[in-house]
């Protein structure tokens, strides 16, 4: 079955449908959206934390005009199972690995935000052969001060308190660094997934924290785009440039977070070329 359109369902966008497969890590929810019969390479997509594939709703609709694409919940997120301890990136990565199994997927595209790029990365490093393209939106590098900042900020447990104002902290946070186009109502969709994992869902920053792109990325051997847009990694992100032997950034500094409910159309515009031809968009640099 299929789920009613999100709130920027473009006209002609491919229905989205929801399933589960096991995993190593428990069950992982999964959005779907195009044809599993289709020529073209199926698309992977990772959500960054702590949220859910619910962020590439839009997408889904915008890239299952032509291919299978699929957004999972990664473990300790959205509809899935919490992992039985705190994960790695390593984890999600073979997590994922059993989705592309249990989907009998042979070869697929990735796309990553935030957290979800570091698990590309990973992934393309575990499955060489498998993984063809990767489409990484924000590849932060921190100094040893950045971390320690972001670990206060994200890496430790939010735990709740009987007053709530722990959601007013986790809702000040996704305001603070909204889009340039983002709603309350915006918010508020994502909301309930950002929040799901309680004491836990710093699982997913830790995690990243803990793996660093220069000691990575110089490894993956296959085509990478990386999107920066101007969102909270913007300027931890332009510092991937002496690391990337393969690779294009493309900089949209009119964007921000929420810009693939906006433009997915124009985002599909570079990121379908790239994926079917590896031709490397225009504005890319």
């Known amino acids: 079955m299929t789920y009613p359109a999100t709130p920027h369902a473009k006209p002609g966008s491919a229905p989205i449908r929801r399933t589960y497969i096991d995993s190593r890590e428990g069950q992982i929810h999964l959005r779907m959206a195009g044809d599993p019969n289709s020529k073209k390479r199926p698309m992977i997509c990772f959500h960054l934390s702590p949220s859910s594939g619910i962020v590439y709703d839009t997408w889904l609709g915008e890239m299952g005009k032509d291919r299978l694409i699929v957004a999972p919940d990664t473990p300790g997120y959205g509809m899935s199972d919490f992992p039985s301890e705190q994960p790695t990136i390593a984890t999600f990565a073979k997590a994922m690995t059993d989705v592309i ?7 697929a595209d990735v796309m990553g935000y935030h957290t979800g790029s570091k698990t590309c990365v990973e992934l393309a490093q575990q499955q060489p052969d498998r993984i063809k393209h990767l ?3 924000s590849t932060p590098i921190y100094t040893a001060e950045d971390l320690v900042k972001q670990n206060d900020e994200m890496g430790s447990p939010d735990t709740p308190v009987a007053d709530g104002t722990h959601l007013l902290h986790s809702w000040a946070g996704l305001w603070r660094w909204r889009g340039p186009e983002h709603t309350p109502a915006d918010i508020m969709h994502a909301f309930p997934d950002h929040i799901k994992g309680g004491e836990r869902k710093h ?63 124009e985002t599909s515009a570079f990121v379908r070329p ?3 031809s590896d031709a490397w968009p225009d504005a890319a640099k």
């Open 135 to 137: 489409v990484l939106i």
């Open 101 to 107: 199994d249990a989907l009998n997927i042979k070869e």
């Open 203 to 265: 699982w997913g920053h830790a995690a990243a924290f803990s793996y660093t792109y220069p000691e990575n990325i110089p490894a993956v051997k296959q085509p990478i785009l990386i999107i920066n847009t101007n969102d909270d990694l913007v300027k931890y992100t332009r510092r991937i440039a002496p690391h990337l032997t393969n690779g294009k950034i493309i900089e949209l500094m009119d964007w921000g977070h929420g810009f693939l409910d906006y433009h997915p159309e």
């Open 274 to 276: 790239f994926l079917d």
